[in-house]
């Protein structure tokens, strides 16, 4: 079964990426995003999808227009994840079948998203929203509404954010920062993997 976690490598380069991604691919990381702010990110996802395309998810983040959308399909991404709620970046998503998480805070966000099309609802930034804010958001969601928490969820609480319902979790800086190499992203994603999959016992 594939985990809920999404591996977000902000500022990776191209002539790091394949290496690093196959740290998170070997903990068991199979959903894998670049964000678009990142140096080259498309000659990033592009080696990527190339390199794990038949194992793994792969595609951006940050991603705020259609026409980075398209972008990303070009190289090989099949992922868009956005900090925010654009309907038409989820309408262009689900044209061409990808996989659309776009962040959310509040339910007229999520049920715009929903009727959009997005594959489930990232909420961003978790912190902020905290644990009994997201209970009131998934309280009014249709029961089958995948949310994934982004944002200063980590090892420490796990267990409490997936205990309230929330469904998955992106990982950024706990599991990858830019010069890292890929043996401490490889440890830092153990332990993250191994967390989650204590939390839910």
Request: proline share 6%.
């Given at each position: 079964?594939?985990?809920?976690?999404?591996?977000?490598?902000?500022?990776?380069?191209?002539?790091?990426?394949v290496?690093v991604?196959?740290?998170?691919?070997?903990?068991?990381?199979?959903?894998?995003?670049?964000?678009?702010?990142?140096?080259?990110p498309?000659?990033?996802?592009?080696?990527?999808?190339d390199?794990?395309?038949?194992?793994?998810?792969?595609?951006?983040?940050?991603?705020?227009?259609?026409?980075?959308?398209?972008?990303?399909?070009?190289?090989?991404?099949?992922?868009?994840?956005?900090?925010?709620?654009?309907?038409?970046?989820?309408?262009?998503?689900?044209?061409?079948?990808?996989?659309?998480?776009?962040?959310?805070?509040?339910?007229?966000?999520?049920?715009?998203?929903?009727?959009?099309g997005?594959?489930?609802?990232?909420?961003?930034?978790?912190?902020?929203?905290?644990?009994?804010g997201?209970?009131?958001?998934?309280?009014?969601?249709?029961?089958?509404?995948?949310?994934?928490?982004?944002?200063?969820i980590?090892?420490?609480?796990?267990?409490?954010?997936?205990?309230?319902g929330?469904?998955?979790?992106g990982?950024?800086?706990?599991?990858?920062?830019?010069?890292?190499?890929?043996?401490?992203?490889?440890?830092?994603?153990?332990?993250?993997?191994?967390?989650?999959?204590k939390a839910?016992?």
């Amino acid at each position: 079964m594939t985990l809920p976690l999404i591996g977000i490598l902000r500022g990776v380069t191209p002539d790091d990426a394949v290496a690093v991604a196959k740290a998170l691919l070997d903990a068991g990381i199979t959903q894998i995003e670049v964000p678009l702010n990142s140096p080259d990110p498309l000659t990033s996802i592009q080696r990527l999808a190339d390199a794990f395309g038949e194992q793994a998810l792969i595609g951006a983040g940050t991603v705020l227009s259609a026409a980075q959308v398209r972008d990303v399909y070009a190289a090989g991404g099949r992922l868009i994840v956005s900090p925010n709620c654009r309907p038409a970046v989820i309408e262009e998503s689900h044209r061409l079948a990808m996989y659309s998480w776009p962040g959310i805070v509040t339910p007229s966000e999520a049920f715009d998203a929903l009727d959009a099309g997005a594959t489930g609802l990232k909420l961003f930034p978790a912190v902020q929203v905290g644990l009994d804010g997201m209970k009131a958001v998934r309280a009014v969601l249709p029961e089958s509404t995948l949310l994934y928490a982004v944002g200063g969820i980590g090892v420490d609480n796990f267990a409490a954010w997936r205990a309230a319902g929330v469904d998955g979790a992106g990982l950024g800086s706990a599991l990858y920062k830019p010069g890292q190499t890929p043996q401490q992203v490889s440890a830092q994603a153990t332990i993250l993997v191994d967390a989650w999959q204590k939390a839910g016992g």
